[in-house]
């Protein structure tokens, strides 16, 4: 029974005219809502730089000195670089499974010439000819091999992506700032306004990794029971 709920739930969220494979629609809006997430929350992180200061007689070279010293790694880059992946992942499926369909559409259009059919029988060749898309996507296991692979890759992005941003943006806002270099003795306590805002600009990533990371997994096993055991 809870195969069932599982099975019936995803393809209703994933919903597509076009049944080049499941979910395809629903993969285009993650891909078209993280690159909105990231262009809204972005905002709070663009004078970063204005909003690192640092407490008492320090020179503006230490200041920059400090702002380096702390943000080792680049913050933005490094959500645009998960964007572009996540976006040629999808594009690479979206590839494979057009020209797989195609290839398929083309092999029932020849066999669709031989035969002469009445207007009936057209609209039967029609509705075969959409589940004929589906069948050959689950009996090539090219194609299906490359729809698993894409979700584990989706997922490993993700949880790569979350890790980054827990375990070493998200400190650099929670932790002390103490500045102390060779050429600007110190220390000297540093700080960076509008701590709020850029927290939950990261949580509101970590959420949306979370959502689609959930989403890999269950269309994962829903690809596996589905087109492999109920085959």
């Known amino acids: 029974q809870a195969r069932v709920d599982v099975v019936s739930t995803v393809m209703k969220i994933s919903k597509d005219p076009t049944n080049y494979y499941t979910g395809r629609m629903m993969w285009f809006s993650f891909t078209f809502l993280y690159f909105s997430v990231v262009y809204v929350v972005q905002i709070t992180w663009f004078d970063l730089v204005k909003d690192f200061q640092c407490h008492g007689n320090i020179s503006k070279a230490c200041v920059a000195e400090c702002y380096e010293s702390h943000f080792t790694s680049p913050i933005l880059g490094v959500w645009y670089v998960i964007g572009f992946v996540f976006f040629f992942n999808f594009f690479m499926m979206e590839s494979f499974a057009s020209e797989g369909v195609q290839d398929g559409n083309e092999k029932h259009k020849k066999k669709s010439l031989e035969q002469k059919s009445s207007d009936i029988n057209n609209k039967e060749d029609n509705i075969k000819t959409k589940k004929d898309q589906i069948l050959y996507f689950t009996q090539n296991k090219f ?89």
């Open 143 to 231: 194609l299906l091999a490359t729809y698993l692979v894409y979700f584990l890759v989706q997922l490993s992005v993700q949880l790569i992506f979350s890790v980054i941003l827990i375990h070493y943006q998200l400190p650099l806002l929670k932790k002390p700032i103490w500045c102390s270099t060779l050429l600007c003795l110190g220390p000297y306590t540093c700080v960076i306004r509008g701590t709020q805002e850029k927290f939950m600009s990261i949580i509101l990533l970590v959420s949306l990794s979370v959502v689609i990371m959930t989403f890999c997994i269950m269309f994962f096993l829903f690809t596996i029971d589905v087109y492999l055991v109920m085959k």
